[in-house]
């Protein structure tokens, strides 16, 4: 990660922006241009001498060019940093990227076609490109990462990061847990919509849940629940009925679950991520107060 003066005396910068912006993206071309300038790709795409042997010097960057235009068909080799790929077009370059690095390690030299003969380091050089990619997510903003497999994941929001990575939905319900599970697993994706459809299949685990606790009608099952999360007359209780009650207004009026002509559409991904988390720690409550959260 970064060590630069900024950081230390400032603090790392916030990771919330979900979009790859032409700075950012400039310098992912200049490190993806120098790896395969010095051999690093060589460890998937081996240049081989054509002497007897063939004993491999560098990068075969017509074999390179093909398999990723073919692998990642958005993409055009040569990159050029005037033009900023869509970010999850930018995720899948740099995980193509990790597939083929190696760290090259230099071994005889061979004079007749003035190149050294290389083998590669593949753990050293993963960890290698993998740093440098966080690197520069680090320094811009960006709320992704790349993990020690070379595989891209977006990083939470802070105020639901480490409640929805752990949580294990156990609400007796399966319809209710395959709700959480399939919120959870598309709020972690890189694609916007998927995150919309999160917010979309929170809600609709919302309204399930106040049905879980034995009850006449929606209504008293719900009060049964919060009458669990805190003490019932409490004004802690009146606050979680007053919030339960907000929540279902913002569902109701916005476009979230159904799609009416006089709904309202959420404007943007920080709104879509605003909503998850307080929806979210809504619903961790009353699971975890009932006895529902593992």
């Given at each position: 990660m970064s060590d630069y003066y900024t950081d230390r005396e400032y603090?790392?910068?916030?990771?919330?922006?979900?979009v790859v912006e032409s700075r950012l993206w400039a310098g992912l071309v200049s490190l993806i241009h120098t790896r395969v300038d010095d051999g690093s790709f060589g460890f998937r795409f081996p240049a081989a001498c054509s002497d007897e042997g063939r004993m491999a010097y560098g990068v075969d960057q017509r074999a390179f060019a093909?398999?990723?235009?073919?692998?990642?068909?958005?993409?055009?080799?040569?990159?050029?940093?005037?033009?900023?790929?869509?970010?999850?077009?930018?995720?899948?370059?740099?995980?193509?990227?990790?597939?083929?690095?190696?760290?090259p390690i230099a071994g005889s030299y061979h004079s007749f076609f003035q190149h050294?003969?290389?083998?590669?380091?593949?753990?050293?050089?993963?960890?290698?490109?993998?740093?440098?990619?966080?690197?520069?997510?680090?320094?811009?903003?960006?709320?992704?990462?790349?993990?020690?497999?070379?595989?891209a994941r977006r990083l939470l929001p802070a105020h639901v990061g480490q409640t929805l990575a752990t949580a294990n939905f156990c609400t007796g319900d399966a319809e209710a847990d395959a709700l959480l599970e399939d919120a959870r697993r598309r709020f972690l994706a890189p694609n916007v919509e998927d995150r919309r459809d999160a917010l979309e299949k929170l809600w609709d685990a919302f309204e399930r849940i106040k049905t879980l606790?034995?009850?006449?009608?929606?209504?008293?099952?719900?009060?049964?629940l919060l009458d669990r999360a805190a003490r019932p007359g409490s004004k802690l209780r009146q606050v979680l009925a007053d919030e339960a009650e907000a929540l279902t207004r913002v569902g109701n009026?916005?476009?979230?679950?159904?799609?009416?002509?006089?709904?309202?559409?959420l404007e943007t991904t920080g709104q879509?991520?605003?909503?998850?988390?307080?929806?979210?720690?809504?619903?961790?409550?009353?699971?975890?107060?009932?006895g529902r959260l593992g």
């Open positions: 603090g790392a910068r916030p990771r919330s922006s979900g093909n398999m990723l235009e073919a692998e990642v068909p958005w993409i055009e080799w040569p990159l050029h940093r005037e033009t900023v790929p869509e970010t999850p077009v930018v995720l899948d370059l740099l995980e193509f990227c990790a597939l083929a690095v190696g760290q050294t003969h290389l083998s590669w380091d593949r753990p050293a050089g993963l960890a290698r490109f993998v740093a440098e990619v966080n690197r520069l997510f680090s320094r811009n903003g960006l709320a992704f990462e790349i993990n020690a497999e070379g595989k606790e034995p009850g006449a009608n929606k209504r008293v099952s719900a009060d049964l009026a916005h476009r979230i679950r159904h799609s009416e002509v006089d709904q309202e559409s879509v991520d605003f909503l998850f988390g307080r929806l979210f720690a809504f619903i961790h409550l009353v699971l975890v107060s009932s």
